[in-house]
């Protein structure tokens, strides 16, 4: 922002001594002798150049009533900006000449220069319309750097309920591996138990014919409970294929 307000003060300056340069006889001679008119005021001119610290000032005369104005700055765009920026603002622009006059500091070895006020009016718009801007954009940015915090604010969130979720189906694994554990070592129990039996109904129906055939009878329902046991087997193993799948999913 400082840097374009410093090549556009630049480009004022040199385009106000064109101007002044390509003026009418009539209107130059009228610059000229305004320049002369400042000739006795330049001790005062100095003085508020030196006690303000800045390289020159714009000078003029008030249109209305005739007095000395004395604007300091660096150069012609920077006396206006100040000058603008002060409490007591810019003159009334009835007071302004059309051709303000830039004295140097003593100590610059520069001749004075004839400054447009159009140009320093304009210039002052053109900086406030970039001011303007850059506070949009300051907005913006904010605006954006709040966006940013939020999106950031919303994934860290769900990658925690992400976490959660697969923590908890973790364990319901480890809960239903555990429980298949026991009904496998429950199934051999089974198994040994049925051979036991077996072997037992066996030796009874040698002793007894109906003793054989209650033995039958026990044997098949063994048989059942036995088949019911492996299919409750492959149903939970049906399950856990299922639990795997959905944690792929989720990974």
């Known amino acids: 922002m400082r840097r374009l307000l410093g090549f556009l003060g630049l480009a004022l300056t040199v385009g106000a001594c064109a101007t002044a340069s390509l003026v009418p006889d009539q209107q130059a001679e009228a610059i000229r002798r305004r320049e002369q008119a400042l000739v006795p005021h330049a001790p ?6 030196q006690q303000s610290g800045r390289s020159g000032a714009l000078a003029f ?3 209305r009533d005739g007095h000395l104005l004395v604007l300091p700055g660096d150069t012609p765009a920077d006396a206006w900006m100040r000058a603008a920026s002060a409490p007591e603002g810019l003159p009334d622009r009835a007071a302004l000449p059309t051709i303000m006059t830039f004295v140097h500091r003593t100590d610059v070895p520069k001749a004075p220069e004839g400054v447009a ?16 801007l850059d506070t949009e954009l300051r907005a913006l940015s904010d605006a954006v750097a709040a966006a940013r915090r939020e999106a950031q604010a919303s994934v ?7 976490k959660k979720a697969l923590d908890g189906l973790a364990e319901e694994i480890s ?12 199934a051999y129990l089974n198994q040994d138990m049925n051979a036991e039996n077996a072997a037992v109904l066996k ?11 209650n033995s039958a009878r026990l044997v098949e329902n063994m048989r059942q409970l036995s ?4 299919a409750q087997l492959k149903d939970l193993a049906m399950r856990l294929d299922g639990i795997q799948n959905r944690i792929s999913n989720i990974k």
């Open 44 to 49: 005062v001119i100095q003085k508020t150049i």
């Open 61 to 63: 005369f008030d249109l």
């Open 117 to 132: 006020t159009a140009s320093l009016q304009e210039h002052e718009a053109l900086r406030a319309r970039l001011t303007g």
């Open 156 to 162: 860290d969130q769900t990658r925690l309920e992400a």
């Open 175 to 186: 809960t239903t591996r555990k429980f298949m554990l026991q009904l496998a070592q429950l």
């Open 203 to 213: 030796r009874a129906a040698a002793a007894s014919q109906e003793s054989a055939a």
């Open 227 to 230: 088949d019911h046991l492996a």
